[in-house]
């Protein structure tokens, strides 16, 4: 009889009222999914899929250092994993430097890295690939989209200050330094995207 596929299901938002709204991308409709999908496995065999264990988070995906996820990473160090499923890429990283290093993590571990949204195998080179190719995509519009949220607030403060006056010319002073961050840290995480691409894709 072939040895059962230790599977974990792992889901995230960002906020408890994201979750709270049972939205398309909530907790519970996230796990339904990853389920039913661990279903049609099994309905096809000859492999037999077990969920062995839900990771449920509210946290935001701007690194790993999240406690379900890391509790997640513990049992698949352990090796009482062996398939670790989530919907969609963003639920676990949006670094490109992080999803590699977690893919190398999980392939060091015979632990397979599977995304439904995305179609993404990693057991495979192909999958490998187009795990950078949407780890970029993702990155790139998280960091584009806090450029445009910085922008527009600079924008719309600026409307707001007394033209001409003291008090008017230091927040648009301010303002302009924090637009200047803000675009600093968007050429930060592309160089650091290029980084981790190229030290972590294996040869």
Known sequence: MPE??????????????????KEAGSLSSQESLLRRYVEQKNALGPETWEV??????????KDTRRKEFQRLLRAVNDGRISAVLFCKLDRISRSVGDLLRLVEFFREHHCEFISLHENLDTSGPMGRFMLVLFGALAEFERATTHH?????QCYLTQRQADNGTEAGALKRFFLQQALNDANAAHTH?????RIGIQRCIPC
């Open 4 to 21: 059962k596929k230790k599977c974990a299901l792992y889901v995230r938002v960002s906020t408890l009222m994201q979750d709270v709204d």
């Open 52 to 61: 062995v264990e839900v990771y449920r988070e509210s946290a935001s995906a």
């Open 148 to 152: 445009q949220q910085v922008f527009k």
């Open 189 to 193: 995480d592309e160089e650091s995207g």
